[in-house]
């Protein structure tokens, strides 16, 4: 849906700007998802057809491991004294 599209629809909110807060969003969220979905797929395919036992293959089934295995509170805790302290 182009810009000129999404005015026309949302003239009265866009001008109080809470429509294209909104718009502005779901857009973000959108464009993450894309990319997140596009390299899980890449990495899934990587894993399963190129299973060797490599340095990569290994690093991603660690991350993979590390991402579905581990509460994300205690990697959030984790990152935070690393970076901060």
Known sequence: MSRFKLKILFNQLIENSFANAIIQ??????????????VAMMTGTFVAEFSRTN???????????????????????????????
Not at 63 to 82: E, H, R
Request: no cysteine; net charge positive; hydrophobic share 65%.
């Open 25 to 38: 969003t779901i857009l973000i969220v959108d464009v993450g998802a894309f990319f997140s979905i596009l």
């Open 55 to 85: 340095k990569i293959t290994n690093f991603v089934r660690f991350l993979k491991f590390i991402l579905t295995d581990v509460p994300s509170i205690v990697v959030t805790m984790v990152a935070y004294g690393v970076i901060l302290l």
